[in-house]
T-cell receptor, first 114, second 109 residues
C-alpha cells in the first residue's frame, strides 16, 4: 500500500447509527488532516493532528469525533449525523514543517446520511 | 492569508498548453503560492508551489510575476486526464491551506 488510503470508500448510514471512517498514511508524515467537501462547496478543514496531538478543530460539531492513535492512522467517529452531513470526507497527510504545505490526500469516503 | 481570484472555468484543446491564471494582489512577502488540482470525486493532488522564482517540475510550470501579484500555472501539453478543478492558494507560515472554488479546466479533443 502506498500513499494515503481511506476506508470505506462509500458509506450510507442512518441518523441514529454510529460508524467510523479510517485513514492510513504510508508516507512517514507526522501531520494528518480531515476535510469535508459538500456538493458544490469548497473543501473545509475540520481537524488537524500533529504528532498525534490535535492542533486544530474548526468549530466542528461534536457528532464528529476524531481519533489519532499514532502518526500513521486517523479515524473519524460519526454518531447521530444529520442529512446535511452527507459529503465527501477527505483525509490528508503532510510533513509538518514551517512553510511546507504539500499535503497528500486520500481518495475520500463518500458519506450519505439518510 | 491573501485571497486568490481564478476564472471559474477554462477550456483547452488536447496537446496544447493550458495556462491557468491566478490573481493574488494582496499577497505578502512570506506567502507561498501553491497549486493543487482535484479530478472529479477524487482527493486533491499537489502540483507545484513557489515563492518568488518560477518553478518547474514533471507536472507543470509556475510563473510568478515580479511583483508577485499574480501567477500562471502552465500544463505544457494538456491531455484529457488533466481535466480537473485547479486551485491556487496563497498561504503563509503557520497557516493552513484554504481551498477556494478554483478553475474548472476542461480539456477537449
Amino acid at each position: 500500500e502506498t500513499g494515503v488510503t481511506q476506508t470505506p470508500r462509500h458509506l450510507v448510514m442512518g441518523m441514529t447509527n454510529k460508524k467510523s471512517l479510517k485513514c492510513e498514511q504510508h508516507l512517514g508524515h507526522n501531520a494528518m488532516y480531515w476535510y469535508k467537501q459538500s456538493a458544490k462547496k469548497p473543501l473545509e478543514l475540520m481537524f488537524v493532528y500533529n504528532f498525534k496531538e490535535q492542533t486544530e478543530n474548526n468549530s466542528v460539531p461534536s457528532r464528529f469525533s476524531p481519533e489519532c492513535p499514532n502518526s500513521s492512522h486517523l479515524f473519524l467517529h460519526l454518531h447521530t449525523l444529520q442529512p446535511e452531513d452527507s459529503a465527501l470526507y477527505l483525509c490528508a497527510s503532510s510533513q509538518e514543517l514551517a512553510g511546507v504545505y504539500e499535503q497528500y490526500f486520500g481518495p475520500g469516503t463518500r458519506l450519505t446520511v439518510t | 492569508d491573501a485571497k486568490t481570484t481564478q476564472p471559474p472555468s477554462m477550456d483547452c484543446a488536447e496537446g496544447r498548453a493550458a495556462n491557468l491564471p491566478c490573481n493574488h494582489s494582496t499577497i505578502s512577502g512570506n506567502e507561498y503560492v501553491y497549486w493543487y488540482r482535484q479530478i472529479h470525486s477524487q482527493g486533491p493532488q499537489y502540483i507545484i508551489h513557489g515563492l518568488k522564482n518560477n518553478e518547474t517540475n514533471e507536472m507543470a510550470s509556475l510563473i510568478i510575476t515580479e511583483d508577485r501579484k499574480s501567477s500562471t500555472l502552465i500544463l505544457p501539453h494538456a491531455t484529457l486526464r488533466d481535466t480537473a478543478v485547479y486551485y491556487c492558494i496563497a498561504v503563509g507560515t503557520a497557516s493552513k491551506l484554504t481551498f477556494g472554488t478554483g478553475t474548472r479546466l476542461q480539456v477537449t479533443l
